[in-house]
């Protein structure tokens, strides 16, 4: 039973995340910065942003082994095609026809978006099971450097904001808003969803 709760937090917090990440992108406000850098690189070198969440992951996976010096987490890449698949699901599917207009609206679909990435990913890193390697570089930064979960990930966004930057990215206003809210909000939830994880998992046993 510990085993469903572990792989129904994953499956979840990853379909919560996905849809976060598919939200800001439709808000046109701006993305968070590793997802503008997946939609830049779709619109100038070609392929869907789901595609480029998994090229750029597999990079991330080497990055981060040389953070920690541990040997590559190629376990992570069946996290990087569920995400992958979600996300184009999500944006090519369900919100093909979506568009958002009137800054009132665009705004609420952001910050719809933008707490649906935080919740899942908070949720999705209970199980402990192969991380994004985005979310993996939060962690290696905070285990190699000392660092709390919001200072990590607000790192790890600046650095793929300068990525974005290069490929002409959906860069606005959001995209500032999502690089320094985005690690407050996971450390905002991430209490909350280790202790109802918590209490499943003794509960199963």
């Known amino acids: 039973m510990a085993f469903v709760y572990r792989t129904l937090f994953y499956i979840i917090g ?12 439709k808000a046109g406000l701006g993305t968070g910065a590793w997802d503008a850098l997946n939609v830049g690189l779709s619109q100038t070198v070609g392929l869907t942003p789901g595609s480029w969440v998994v090229i750029v ?10 953070l920690v010096k541990r040997r590559p987490d190629v376990a992570a890449i069946i996290t990087l095609l569920i995400t992958g698949v979600l ?5 090519l599917r369900v919100f093909e026809d979506m568009v958002v207009t009137g800054y009132a609206k665009q705004f ?15 949720v999705y890193l209970q199980p402990k099971f192969p991380l994004i390697p985005i979310d993996n570089f939060m962690m290696a930064l905070r285990e190699r450097f000392g660092l709390n979960l919001m200072v990590a990930k607000t790192l790890g966004e600046v650095f793929a904001l300068s990525a974005a930057f290069i490929f002409k990215g959906p860069i606005g206003i959001g995209t500032l808003i999502v ?11 991430y209490p909350y969803c280790e202790k109802l994880y918590n209490r499943l998992i003794t509960s199963a046993r």
């Not at 609420?108 to 908070?122: E, H, Q």
């Not at 690089?179 to 939830?189: K, R, V, Y």
């Open 14 to 25: 990853l379909i919560i995340l996905s849809f976060g990440v598919s939200m800001t992108i």
């Open 57 to 66: 992951g597999i990079v991330m996976i080497f990055v981060n082994a040389a």
């Open 87 to 91: 996300i184009d699901f999500w944006l």
């Open 108 to 122: 609420g679909v952001f910050v719809l978006g933008m707490v649906a990435l935080s919740f899942g990913l908070a």
């Open 179 to 189: 690089t320094f809210a985005i690690g407050p909000l996971i450390q905002l939830f």
